[in-house]
């Protein structure tokens, strides 16, 4: 009897890659001449990354530079959760706070299941776990369709697929 074969659909972001692609955004805010006097800068704020300038089009722009960056390193923009994208005012100053979204939420979990069993091989069978969606089968070419099934998808989220058995 041939075992089952698997593998787990998870969002996961590699922080020191984002870590590292804020760093270079500071550096090119801090040197590009558009942003000189405007106060703009871009930091770590707990969990989340605070951007800041004198105008919600300077934030914009500062966002920008940043999702560039992020870009760049190989890092999904749908791992960006910036809530409305509308900068606060805030005394003098404009204000937009951004956060890393990490691990399935149990809605878009379910969303990926319901779109595996409605259009992917009757042979797949998928497993909420979690954070993470645990898809099984004997044959691995269901499991290849199914992946390129979810690479197709129009989720809201940066999807991996890891641990292929």
Do not use: C
Request: aromatic share 4%; hydrophobic share 40%.
């Amino acid at each position: 009897m041939a075992s089952d074969s698997s593998f787990d659909v998870v969002s996961k972001v590699d922080r020191q890659e984002v870590d590292n692609a804020l760093n270079q955004a500071s550096k090119e805010i801090a040197q590009r001449y558009d942003f000189k006097g405007v106060g703009a800068s871009i930091t770590w704020s707990g969990e989340s990354v605070l951007m800041v300038a004198n105008s919600s089009e300077r934030v914009l722009a500062v966002l920008d530079v940043f999702q560039s960056k992020l870009i760049k390193r190989g890092i999904s923009l749908k791992a960006l959760d910036t809530g409305d994208g509308e900068p606060k005012p805030s005394g003098k100053e404009y204000r937009l706070a951004a956060s890393i979204k990490e691990g399935l939420s149990t809605e878009i979990a379910k969303q990926l299941a319901k779109i595996i069993r409605d259009e992917g091989p009757k042979t797949v069978k998928t497993q909420i776990q979690g954070d993470e969606l645990r898809v099984t089968s004997k044959s691995r070419d269901d499991l290849q369709a199914a992946i390129a099934l979810l690479k197709g998808a129009d989720v809201d989220a940066a999807l991996q697929f890891v641990n292929y058995r």
